[in-house]
């Protein structure tokens, strides 16, 4: 089918058919005019490609983990296992934005924000003393 026909069925644009295809998570071959033709597959691919974009997988992940899947003997099992692997992954992102959350917490009402919550800058030992504020008007300018 072409590529109209394909973006019509899948719910998507030529232009994301397009992409797909140059990122190589769809191929379809050159008729001698010219045009697109890719195989009916490529219209469940195409759904699946959206909904793993919805659960949170990356254009690199679905085109790594699709492979896998159409190899593995138990694609039910192996999808189980991407998705037990992606939860795991969001429990540790939930977990460092949680310490950021407090660390920005700590650092409301400080005066500036850039100094850690015990007044010094991070950037520098403690044993230096920060230029004021003077000074760092006159080098910016």
């Known amino acids: 089918m072409r590529i109209g026909e394909l ?3 899948a719910g998507t644009t ?8 140059k990122i190589g998570l769809v191929a ?5 005019n010219g045009y697109r033709d890719f195989p009916p597959e490529t219209v469940p691919w195409l759904h699946y490609v959206r909904t793993a974009q919805t659960l949170g997988f990356s254009l690199a992940e679905i085109a790594r983990h699709g492979e896998e899947l159409r190899d593995a003997p138990d694609s ?7 998705f037990e692997e992606k939860i795991h992954v ?6 460092e934005l949680a310490a950021l959350r407090a660390e ?6 400080t005066g500036c924000p850039l100094r850690a919550a015990d007044g010094r800058d ?3 030992p403690a ?11 006159s080098s910016v300018q």
């Not at 030529?14 to 295809?21: A, N, S």
């Not at 039910?76 to 991407?82: E, P």
């Not at 044993?127 to 008007?137: I, V």
């Open 28 to 32: 379809g071959q050159r008729l001698a």
């Open 104 to 109: 920005l917490g700590e650092r409301v009402g």
């Open 7 to 9: 973006a019509a069925q």
């Open 122 to 124: 991070g950037s520098r």
């Open 14 to 21: 030529r232009d994301t058919i397009r992409f797909y295809e």
């Open 90 to 95: 969001i429990d540790a992102r939930m977990a």
């Open 127 to 137: 044993r230096q003393s920060t230029p004021p504020a003077s000074s760092w008007n």
């Open 76 to 82: 039910a099992a192996a999808l189980s296992t991407l």
